[in-house]
């Protein structure tokens, strides 16, 4: 899939015009400097989406899905998990359960024996058991395709919804994980903690159009290069925009071996990844890598 190439830079508008004199925290955040105003940090904010479109054309969901429901129900099993185990999970899942009637039906310890390797499988079945019951009787057997709608259905979070509404009806959203959350701190784009009002900043500095692909490549670079522990800030494509370059390792060489995933050369974490990803599949559970 090819990355929509972001024009809005030049089109703050008169809103962000007008709030251009407002002080924001500055960007190396050291005593006594300038603060970076409201414009600032939009045109920074935005320069640094357009240098991940270049780096990642190819970002996209990383969980394995054909319908709505796969997707809700294997964004509901990736909480605490990785995605890849969450793909190597689904195949025999949803042919167990194809339908939201065949999973409102099913036996609780055999769903549970079939989630088990994502973790925390007895509360994950019974969020799973009751979002289907409430599909098959609220939704006709349909995922609503409305953000209200879809909060109402146990286990689902704006987070969850968001992912939903994003790539499976093409509905903008920002998916707050903890990728998302970490970088746009890092990078200066909010101080908020609360996924809600991370949201909310982080949805006022772009426009709507942007949202599902700005997520993408933020969780793609968080996973692929801005690690939480050692960030690869040596082998970093926005290093000069960051400013938190330094917290992580800046020598070019060490940096690059901290690389993941098709950075570093490894399988990806879909089993069946698009066409245009230039990794390697994940394997399927249990084979050898």
């Not at 509404?165 to 908020?192: C, E, I, M, S, Y």
């Not at 933020?218 to 800030?233: E, L, M, N, Y």
């Not at 879909?270 to 390697?280: H, K, V």
């Amino acid at each position: 899939m090819t990355a929509p190439r972001n024009s809005a830079v030049g089109e703050q508008g008169s809103a962000e015009s007008a709030e251009a004199a407002k002080p924001h925290k500055s960007v190396k955040g050291s005593k006594g400097a300038r603060p970076e105003s409201r414009l600032a940090l939009v045109r920074r904010a935005r320069r640094i989406n357009r240098e991940l479109a270049e780096v990642y054309p190819y970002a996209h969901p990383e969980l394995d899905f054909e319908s709505p429901f796969q997707l809700l129900v294997a964004t509901v099993l990736s909480a605490q998990t990785t995605d890849l185990r969450v793909n190597q999970t689904t195949p025999a899942l949803f042919a167990a359960y194809p339908t939201p009637e065949d999973m409102a039906a099913a036996d609780p310890e055999a769903l549970e024996q079939l989630i088990r390797p994502t973790g925390f499988f007895r509360a994950k079945a019974k969020s799973l058991l009751g979002l289907s019951a409430a599909l098959r009787d609220r939704f006709g057997g349909e995922v609503p395709g409305r953000l209200e709608d879809l909060v109402t259905l146990p286990g689902v979070g704006r987070k969850t919804a968001n992912v939903v509404l994003g790539n499976a009806f093409g509905v903008p959203g920002l998916t707050v994980d903890t990728h998302f959350g970490r970088l746009v701190r890092r990078w200066k784009w909010t101080a908020q903690e609360d996924p809600e009002k991370v949201e909310a900043e982080i949805a006022a500095l772009f426009p709507k159009s942007e949202w599902t692909m700005l997520s993408h490549r933020i969780i793609f670079h968080g996973r692929r290069v801005c690690h939480a522990r050692k960030p690869a800030c040596g082998a970093c494509p926005i290093a000069p925009l960051c400013p938190a370059y330094g917290e992580g390792e800046t020598d070019p060489d060490k940096a690059k071996k901290l690389l993941k995933y098709e950075m570093g050369g490894q399988p990806g974490q879909r089993l069946r990844p698009p066409s245009d990803y230039p990794g390697r599949p994940a394997a399927p559970l249990g084979a050898a890598e």
